[in-house]
């Protein structure tokens, strides 16, 4: 690799940016492809762009078809910003862990977010929307609100949909959805804010428990931040 492309991809990565090297097997030449910039000896054709694009948005590195060309994929973590210390984050937090996210628990609720109830779990204890500013949500952050208290909730949310969150999600009722809804609008969010929210949070698989809702959520997140098409009834995917 040229001192050039490696100090760009040092650079890329440092600044969280999603980004993907192409090398041609043969000859060994590469391509750095960073957004719209290109860097290296190897010629950034609208295949090879489109190719490397495409295995960026499914996060997987490989050997592109033609079988001359590999495509390494360098993609920022992904994070869990969760709001509420509440039964269904217990849950949520390892299975997320599981999933690949670095989580963080937010709430100003002291008598809740506590050691015990989660260990070696980043605990943020100040209010929604001043620890949402520090976290930064990026393209490959997921903010969850689960706490049903609008004190908590829609800072939050005002905060999360601010950001290039990919997953903003919320927890409530169609009935507490709704009214949350009202109440953003009195805030000043229109209806390309209200689309990004999944609300009621979680896919529709009849979850009752908070582990069965932990699961629902988080196959939400998977299917959005994966961008799977939707299910039909009766259908199952690998």
């Given at each position: ?26 000859s060994?030449?590469?391509l ?106 990026d ?57 990004r ?32 098409p ?9």
């Amino acid at each position: 690799m040229k001192r050039a492309v490696l100090d760009d991809l040092l650079e890329a990565r440092c600044r969280k940016a999603p980004v993907a090297l192409v090398t041609e097997i043969e000859s060994g030449r590469q391509l750095l492809l960073d957004g719209d910039r290109v860097q290296g000896d190897l010629e950034a054709t609208p295949v090879l762009r489109e190719a490397a694009t495409e295995r960026l948005r499914q996060d997987r590195s490989g050997l592109l078809e033609d079988g001359r060309h590999f495509v390494q994929v360098f993609l920022p973590p992904l994070r869990l910003a969760i709001v509420g210390a509440v039964h269904i984050s217990q849950a949520l937090v390892p299975m997320a862990r599981l999933a690949g996210y670095a989580v963080t628990v937010i709430d100003p609720r002291r008598a809740w977010a506590t050691e015990e109830r989660f260990p070696d779990v980043e605990m943020v204890t100040e209010w929604p929307d001043d620890a949402l500013e520090a976290f930064q949500p990026d393209e490959r952050s997921a903010v969850v609100t689960l706490t049903h208290d609008p004190k908590l909730d829609d800072p939050a949310l005002i905060k999360a949909l601010a950001s290039p969150a990919f997953y903003v999600g919320a927890l409530g009722s169609t009935r507490t959805h709704a009214r949350r809804l009202e109440r953003l609008r009195a805030e000043g969010l229109d209806e390309a804010a209200f689309a990004r929210i999944h609300g009621p949070a979680g896919l529709a698989i009849g979850a009752r428990s908070p582990a069965e809702i932990a699961v629902s959520v988080l196959a939400e997140m998977t299917a959005v931040l994966r961008r799977a098409p939707p299910l039909v009834k009766g259908e199952r995917k690998e």
